[in-house]
């Protein structure tokens, strides 16, 4: 069983319930703007950077689209392929907005990672600590920071 | 909804006892068509419905039974019953612990069938 | 595949630290370069020794070069730190099997169908090991009259039960046979492979209830095309199966089952005694 490894601890306890519950293979919980707080079952650095930077770009392409056909932002986007199926969904917790990018398997649904994700985004709300002053990520401190999410989410 | 699944639904729902009646994709867990009291989680009835049909589908293929066509989950508050159409597509009831299941299971046979 | 390793070598070339060494050292694995791909796995360790996956893969490593006792204490390390490993609980089930080691295979193999339910090959592994206890049982069974005995009187729980020598059985919620046998469309048993995948249905149903507010599960009946299953709990960590033709109707199902759970209820406390 792969492990699930978190940047911020708090995320920890429900990604890992969801985990248990919907099933899921992968799941990296990130800011909308790519930063990771959490990830289940990812082996390697350079797959968790990929996957948040993709996931946050659809998330923000689909968000403009959704702009321009003036409609609220998508909450939620499926895809389901022959094997695995990929979901991707938003929420807003009191430290802004997070995301949920989740692969799973022919061993769950579409339907059971949704519920579930529901679960994880109270979760998430109910576990998120009292607001702190936030950090503006640098470009000075952003290898430094990297490093560091990098090492909590591969325990090194 | 299509009138022809809001008609299975209504069939269904009509018998007494019965809380809510959805058309679920199978494979997906997600729901197709509804007819739920208030109070009833549609998503969570999809979702958990179909994941009990498919892990019970392999332990009645090992028992070499076959692909079950009638599922029928009592609990001490309440019953969940599940029969799955032919073309993937499950007719799903939730209801009271003691609604009536021989008419509930009839009009959901016919429900799988109608809309195959 | 001859690409990707020679992509994955240059990466590791690169960047030492890179974690793309647990890929390359599996890659080179299929490919059967033991030798290479263990040394690629221990430079991978030595930056990064916290990593469990790598260390799994380095025990398979050391069975495909047929070092059994080293590969076991690699397992064992994996464990200590994450209990519920799947392929840790898979190799130390294969080599405790290996060692004839069947109750200490048997325990493996069940944390790890814990693990993952719906992993086949663990099923797979389960029923073979199964198999070979309950050989070993009946071997067991004819060298002393004592354990013939138990062995017989596990057979006999439902003794004198309508379908207890073909349709009833006994499982504990880790999908572990306790008692009873099931019978297949051809006559073979089909007990541990039925136990196996309904420890995890039984799982679903559990969740289901308590989910959509139906309160403790107290039964499920399916319906085939060969034939009606009937599932429930006796006890919280038990779970009683009955396997019908169609001709028998669920209503007589239901009072078999009350029958057949009182009786496994009974054993199950004479076992406590």
Redesign the interface.
Known sequence: MTETRAVEAWTLEPLERFVAESGARLTLLMTPAGQVLAQHGFMRAVDVMSAAALGAAIVASTGEIARMLDQHEFAALNHQGVQHGIFLGAFDTPRGGLLALVVYGPDSSAGLVQLFFEELARGLVAATPAEEQPKAVLAANFEEELDRSLASLFGR | MSTVFQRVLDNITRVRGVRGAML??G????IVAESLMEGV?G??????????Q???R???E???????????????????IIVPAPDGMLVVA?GA?DMNVGLVRLEMLRAAESIS | MASDIKAMSAELARDPQSVVFLELGEALRRRGQLEAATGVVLGGLEHHSELVEAHDLYARLLVDAGDFRRAQQVWSGVLERSPRHLEAHKGLGFLAFRESDLETALEHLELALAADPTDPSVVRGLQTVRGAAAEAAVETAAETAAAAEEVAGEDRIFAGLEGAEHGLLLMDDRGRVLGGRLLGAQGEDVSDAVAAFLAGAAQEAERTARMLGLGEWRWLVAEGPEGNVYVTPPTAETLLLILRDRSVPSGRLAMLAERAGDVARQWLERQQL
């Open positions: 679920v994709a494979e997906d867990g997600l989680r998503n969570a009835v999809a979702a958990l419905a179909a994941s009990l498919k892990r019970f392999q332990a009645m090992a028992a070499a039974v076959g692909m079950p066509h009638f599922l029928h989950l009592q609990g001490e508050d309440g019953t969940l939730v612990p």
